[in-house]
């Protein structure tokens, strides 16, 4: 069974704590990706990466930082959390080329 | 820009058919996606179709693409209460050198009432 998973279901941080959101999947896949999902916004893309040590901006990266140093881990940094960073965050994963991407549960951070 | 539209809400009754619409902005896409979440959970892929295509059938599930339009649509049949989550409509993008990237719509909230 393919999976991906994300290591928090759960957070709760204060502002300006670091946080880290780790997300590991066991397929194989070169592209993993960072988005947020907020009521009435869907997702918005935060960060991807196509391989080990590779990283590309999403749509609304700022605030956000990532690492990739095994094709498995990708993980999300916030250096700095703050209130507006409140979100469920989702990590998925593909493989080229049919596109379709493979989700984790989700981890919902509440910073305070 | 690049946009992927859908309706936010949809309510339905049990036993009948649901339709969600969706319209993109990218010809280029290759393949077009549904996904669904429910409550509490991540995204899981329902049926993708091939931008080739103009329609997909999985079971209870219909795709249909007008590629001129630039719309899509997933029909299901039979609706059960169990089919309440948000469906979201995606489109594959190429990003940074990689086919790779979906862009999503919104979601639409289907509801199913007994």
């Known amino acids: 069974d393919v999976k991906v998973t994300q290591s928090s279901r759960y957070l709760v941080k204060r502002t300006g704590e670091k946080v880290f959101l780790e997300c590991v999947q066991d397929?194989?896949?070169?592209?993993m990706f960072w988005y947020r999902q907020d009521p009435g916004l869907g997702l918005r893309l935060i960060y991807f990466s196509y391989d080990v040590k590779m990283k590309e901006k999403g749509d609304i990266p700022e605030g956000y930082s990532v690492s990739r140093e095994k094709k498995e881990r990708f993980s999300l940094i916030l250096e700095s959390a703050s209130t507006n960073q409140t979100s469920m965050y989702l990590c998925?994963?593909?493989?080229?080329?049919?596109?379709?991407?493979?989700f984790g549960e989700g981890s919902r951070l509440t910073v305070l | 820009g690049e946009d992927v539209e859908q309706s936010l809400f949809l309510s339905v009754r049990e036993g009948d058919s649901s339709v969600i619409n969706c319209t993109y902005t990218d010809s280029s896409s290759t393949y077009l996606y549904w996904y669904k979440q429910e409550p509490g959970a991540g995204l899981q892929l329902l049926t993708y179709?091939?931008?080739?295509?103009d329609m997909k059938q999985d079971q209870r599930l219909t795709v249909l693409l007008n590629k001129k339009d630039k719309h899509l649509s997933l029909r299901i049949a039979d609706t059960q209460t169990g089919d309440s989550a948000i469906y979201f409509c995606?489109?594959?993008?190429?990003?940074?050198?990689?086919?790779?990237?979906?862009?999503f719509g919104k979601g639409t909230k289907l509801s199913v009432k007994p």
């Open positions: 995606a489109e594959s993008k190429e990003y940074g050198g990689s086919q790779g990237n979906l862009i």
């Open positions: 998925a994963s593909n493989s080229n080329p049919t596109g379709e991407l493979f």
């Open positions: 179709i091939f931008s080739n295509m």
């Open positions: 397929m194989d896949h070169e592209n």
